[in-house]
């Protein structure tokens, strides 16, 4: 360095350079600080975040299980009670069978008999709807038995006999129902009243029926 008097003393020279150093180490020292500082502060930011999303993070997923079982265990309660509907929905109690519910068709055992034999007939219910319905058989279908015009009736299986006690049936759809009867060959009349005539051999015909329901007319002959 030169000054404008001319060349300084060494010792001032070095001391002005020694200060010269000392405060560019200073210098060097501060900056170095304030880097260190700004990145210490990025980082301590970055964390902060880091942990308040990872938090944030957890508390959703909390809450998300939560309202996972909280709707587990309400949809629980829905189906628990549709198995019960099903179940009860499995056996509904089955309407009463109309008379157009049901078709009745009358059999004879053979189409002659002898006078003196017993005929023997038979009848089948069918349920002819398309659902299951109910009927009280107790007192059961009656046979009827007719001149072969149809003029004149000679007997019915229930003139003589008392109903029997009151019997519920269920019949399904298309389901049948069979009973059998015998004549003895003689009259009768409703609750059993007046003579009971032997019936002379000729041409006969035996009906089914219950209640208002009856079925097509059935013909046998009564022999010598």
């Known amino acids: 360095m030169l000054e404008p008097n001319g060349p300084l003393p060494p010792e001032i020279y070095w001391r002005r350079r020694a200060l010269a150093i ?11 600080w304030l880097v260190t500082m700004v ?6 930011s970055g964390k902060t ?8 993070e957890s508390s959703s997923s909390s809450s998300a299980e939560s309202s996972s079982t909280t709707a587990s265990s309400s949809s629980a309660t829905p189906t628990s009670s549709a198995v ?5 929905a499995a056996e509904p109690a089955a309407a009463p069978c109309g008379d157009q519910s049901l078709a009745l068709k009358v059999t004879v055992g053979q189409p002659t008999y002898r006078v003196g034999d017993q005929p023997a007939f038979g009848t089948v219910i069918t349920n002819i709807s398309s659902a299951p319905c ?5 007192p059961g279908p009656q046979f009827l038995v007719y001149t072969l015009d149809g003029q004149r009736r ?25 009973y059998k009867g015998a ?8 609750q ?11 041409a006969y015909m035996v009906v089914a029926q219950l209640g208002a329901i009856r079925s097509a007319a059935e013909p046998f002959n009564l022999a010598e």
């Open 84 to 88: 019960a509907t099903s179940s009860a």
């Open 134 to 138: 109910s009927r009280d058989l107790g």
């Open 49 to 56: 975040d880091a942990a308040a999303t990872t938090t944030s």
């Open 183 to 190: 004549w003895f060959g003689t009259t009768s009349q409703p």
């Open 154 to 178: 000679l007997w019915a299986s229930n003139d003589c006999n008392p109903d029997g006690p009151p019997d519920l049936k269920t019949l399904k759809a298309g389901e049948q129902l069979s």
């Open 22 to 32: 000392g405060v560019i180490v200073v210098a060097l020292a501060i900056v170095i």
């Open 39 to 44: 990145a210490r502060g990025g980082d301590s």
């Open 192 to 202: 059993c009243a007046g003579d009971r005539l032997q019936v002379p051999a000729g």
